[in-house]
């Protein structure tokens, strides 16, 4: 009996990793389980200390292993996109999965749309104990709303940047972009190396200058654990408004929305303030109240006043009010 032959689609899959020994089976074990096969695989070992580079020994030639000093994962998916031998290149961080039909349905829909710079796909979070509803089903409102659609793609989504501003379903995991973009516009920006969200200016760049489309079916699984960046909201919301202050000055839709770029960067700041308060850093607090302008509302301006008591009566006062909101 013959054995069943995997076609092979041009498409080179990156995946850039640090310390990821536990979780980085699952990974590959995902990604070489495909209904179609990836041409390549790069793993860009950015100078893992733990037992990764072993791990990824065990794989031997099914996968590339590069290893580099460590830089980041803004610099490591880089190398990998600059190494691949394919124009199509997908992403994937080294804790999360993609369905065994990621490239089955991803691959043939960005052949013949050869225009498109960029697809991403739709995905479900999920921990050891539950799976979440996919990103876009979890949408506050309709995201796709009136773009064209095709099967599970849509694209020509209306003011796309705008509302990616108010609501991000559009995750580096599972995207596949064509290499022509970076060759025209960059790639990842190593100066949001570790700073929150440090991937969404690339998404926000490659919306405003490319042209992207969406899978709806859900591809790809985002693992939620304690070693995400996006448990810190603090770190996350600040990272957000350090982007969006990049954003206003390079990118030419960010320009063309002024006044919803601004307002998003105070929310955020808001947000932030109120997440460290939330986490007792009080003098964090007061640091984030400086920068934020415009006006606050009456919550903000109490929490204000608590952070600035001295002590300990301010201690007194926050532990007061969190055993009353427990």
């Known amino acids: 009996m013959k054995a069943n032959i995997v076609s092979t689609a041009p498409v080179t899959l990156v995946i850039p990793a640090y310390n990821r020994s536990h979780l980085i089976t699952d990974t590959l074990n995902s990604a070489l389980n495909q209904s179609l096969r990836f041409e390549e695989i790069i793993v860009i070992d950015d100078g893992s200390t733990d037992d990764t580079p072993a791990t990824l020994a065990r794989f031997g030639d099914r996968i590339t292993v590069i290893r580099t000093p460590n830089q980041g994962v803004q610099m490591a998916r880089n190398i990998g996109i600059e190494r691949a031998r394919t124009k199509l290149v997908a992403l994937l961080d080294s804790d999360d999965l993609l369905e065994p039909d990621y490239l089955q349905t991803m691959a043939p829909w960005m052949l013949t749309h050869s225009e498109h710079d960029a697809v991403y796909c739709n995905f479900v979070t999920f921990n050891s104990g539950s799976t979440d509803l996919d990103k876009l089903a979890r949408a506050p409102f309709d995201f796709l709303a009136d773009a064209k ?11 796309l ?34 700073v929150g969200a440090e991937d969404w200016e690339f998404t926000l760049r490659l919306i405003s200058e490319g042209k992207v489309a969406v899978c709806k079916k859900p591809l790809a699984r985002v693992r939620k654990h304690e070693d995400n960046d996006s448990a810190d909201q603090v770190h996350m919301s600040l990272g957000e408004v350090k982007i969006l202050e990049y954003a206003s000055k390079h990118h030419s839709m960010a320009r063309s929305h002024t006044l919803e770029v601004q307002e998003s960067i105070h929310k955020r700041m808001l947000s932030a303030m109120d997440s460290a308060f939330d986490r007792g850093t009080l003098n964090e607090v007061l640091d984030i109240r400086k920068r934020i302008k415009g006006k606050t509302g009456l919550k903000c301006k109490l929490k204000v006043l608590i952070c600035r008591l001295p002590e300990p009566a301010r201690s007194t006062v926050w532990n007061w009010i969190q055993n009353r909101s427990k």
């Open 149 to 159: 659609h095709e099967g599970e793609f849509a694209w020509d989504v209306p003011d």
């Open 161 to 194: 940047y705008k509302r990616s501003l108010l609501y991000q379903p559009l995750f580096t995991c599972g995207l596949m972009i064509n290499k022509r973009f970076v060759t025209r516009h960059g790639a990842y920006n190593p100066d949001f190396n570790r």
